[in-house]
């Protein structure tokens, strides 16, 4: 029984896993390092004039 209970346990989280990684809004964009970097830069830069 307890054996059952724990290979069912970590199927059901393994299981909950992808499905979390599979609906992730980033998944479906392709975004370079330096892009990000870029636009991380000019977000500060925004928040900086603003305030």
């Known amino acids: 029984m307890v054996d059952n209970f724990s290979i ?8 909950i896993a992808l499905w979390r990684l599979l609906h992730r809004d980033d998944l479906d ?9 870029q636009q991380r830069r ?3 830069e925004d928040d900086r004039v603003d305030a």
Do not use: F, I, K, Q
């Not at 069912?8 to 299981?15: F, I, Q, R, S």
């Not at 964009?29 to 970097?37: A, I, K, N, T, Y």
């Open 8 to 15: 069912g346990l970590t199927h059901v989280l393994m299981a």
């Open 42 to 44: 000019d977000a500060e």
């Open 29 to 37: 964009r392709e975004v370079s390092p330096r892009m990000l970097w």
